[in-house]
Structures are given as structure tokens and as C-alpha cells.
């Protein structure tokens, strides 16, 4: 199982930029698909992006298309989400996801705080 510590979160203001990592103990994460996830106070946890093992081809969720950007360094291991024009209802706990499988993504860090003020 491939052991996930994120970064990077804080509280910004509305249409500023955040950089979030995610760093992967496991090397086998360079083959494995890697994602974001969120989870706002009060509402499931919820698919962000992801990222296949040759980096194209990401997807991304309606809510942040156009906004956010998943980029992957397999040298370093690290998983990475910038964060552009962001809005209050992005606020939420982010968290890095691993375990791809047809059910989503298996499993995720201790996640980061994000927090936007209007």
C-alpha cells in the first residue's frame, strides 16, 4: 500500500492560487494512477483529479476544470495540485488518493486544509 503525506493547504483569499503536494513513499506509485480528492465540512468526500502513470490524459471534475492543474514527478515521487482562481466553495480538507480501481480510489493521506475567504 503506498503511504501518502499531502502539503501546501492553507487560507487564501477568493481568486488567489495554492500549490498542494502529495508526497508517495512507495515507488510503485510511478505506474499506479494518483488523484485528489476533497472533502467539504458537511458532504461526502469527492473526486478532484487524476493522473495516469505517463501523466497524460488527466481528468479532472466539473466544479475545478479550467482551474486546477495535476502534475506528477515519478523522480521524486510526488503528486502535485495547483490551485488557480480559487473560490470559497473549494474550501475543504484535500487529500492525495491511491488504489485506483473500477470502485475509485482505495486510499488517501491525512489530507490538507483549504480554506477560501470571500
Known amino acids: 500500500q503506498v503511504h501518502l503525506a499531502e502539503s501546501g493547504g492553507g487560507l487564501v483569499q477568493a481568486g488567489d492560487s495554492l500549490r498542494l503536494s502529495c508526497a508517495a513513499s512507495?515507488?510503485?506509485?510511478?505506474?499506479?494512477?494518483m488523484g485528489w480528492l476533497r472533502q467539504a465540512p458537511g458532504k461526502e468526500r469527492e473526486f478532484v483529479a487524476s493522473?495516469?502513470?505517463?501523466?497524460?490524459?488527466?481528468n479532472y471534475a466539473g466544479s475545478i476544470w479550467g482551474r486546477f492543474i495535476i502534475s506528477r514527478d515519478d523522480a521524486k515521487n510526488m503528486i502535485y495540485l495547483q490551485m488557480n482562481d480559487l473560490k470559497p466553495e473549494d474550501t475543504a480538507v484535500y487529500y492525495c488518493?491511491?488504489?485506483?480501481?473500477?470502485?475509485?480510489?482505495?486510499?488517501w493521506g491525512q489530507g490538507t486544509q483549504v480554506t477560501v475567504a470571500s
Open positions: 488518493a491511491a488504489d485506483f480501481s473500477a470502485d475509485g480510489f482505495g486510499s
Open positions: 512507495e515507488r510503485n506509485s510511478r505506474t499506479h494512477i
Open positions: 493522473i495516469n502513470p505517463s501523466g497524460s490524459d488527466p
